[in-house]
């Protein structure tokens, strides 16, 4: 399949990639438990969650990594790798590998100035699609009131279950409900319902979310974030190839 880099392409294409920026609050990858020796009580659930919400509602700057094993309802992304921003503007760069029109396509985007910029292939110029908020507003993804901060914030049923190692972090696994209009504030028109949520926070302060991991009948969705408040020099999407 030839696909051709025009906006009325471009804009069809980013149509598939609304979930991209929302999975950024959704969830992540099983982390395997790590070596520790620390023998002490595991934490309070609920003590963590405040915690971790509160990191997330001051946070302006992140990196996520995406997966999705299986299907998805409404989401034919496979992967995104990408660096988001609040601070000053709404921003944010990355690479997506996505389902479009039955086939896979490897697309990069920018975020810039409020508008949406997509490169559909390899050395092609980015075309602009108009302003980012008209396809999807990213801004919901580290909005304190509906973004990551509201979604760990709005679960329930909380358990914690261990503490694992996940790379450089020592972390706290802990299980819960996620009600489906927590997912619905990130997910524009998402009718998904309650769904199992399995995340892992920092243990130490400040309790950054660093995984999480939400369950669908036939597949999972997967995040992982890092570079918590690190800053990124975004690309110029007129100039950049």
Not at 56 to 85: F, I, M, Q, W
Not at 105 to 123: E, I, P, R, T, Y
Not at 148 to 163: P, T, W
Not at 176 to 205: M, S, Y
């Amino acid at each position: 399949m030839i696909v051709r880099n025009n906006r009325h392409t471009a804009r069809r294409f980013v149509t598939l990639m609304v979930a991209l920026f929302a999975v950024t609050g959704l969830v992540a990858a099983c982390g395997g438990k790590g070596d520790t020796a620390n023998d002490a009580p595991l934490p309070e659930a609920r003590t963590l969650i405040d915690a971790s919400a509160a990191a997330a509602r001051a946070l302006h700057d992140v990196h996520l990594d995406l997966s999705v094993e299986g299907t998805v309802p409404n989401l034919p992304v496979k992967s995104v790798n990408a660096y988001l921003t609040n601070d000053p503007k709404v921003g944010g760069q990355g690479d997506a590998d996505v389902v479009y029109q039955g086939t896979p396509v490897s697309a990069k985007f920018v975020v810039a100035d409020g508008d949406l910029w997509v490169q559909l292939g390899s050395g092609q110029s980015y075309s602009r699609t108009g302003p980012a908020a008209d396809v999807y507003d990213a801004s919901a993804i580290l909005d304190p009131k509906k973004g990551i901060a509201n979604l760990i914030a709005s679960v329930r049923d909380a358990k914690v279950e261990d503490r694992e190692q996940i790379g450089a972090n020592k972390t706290i696994r802990i299980s819960g409900i996620i009600p489906g209009t927590a997912l619905a504030g990130i997910v524009p028109k998402a009718e998904l319902g309650d769904r199992p949520l399995t995340f892992w926070v920092q243990e130490d302060a400040p309790n950054n979310l660093v995984r999480a991991n939400v369950g669908f009948d036939q597949g999972t969705l997967s995040v992982t974030l890092s570079d918590w408040g690190k800053k990124v020099q975004l690309l110029d999407p007129k100039t950049a190839k």
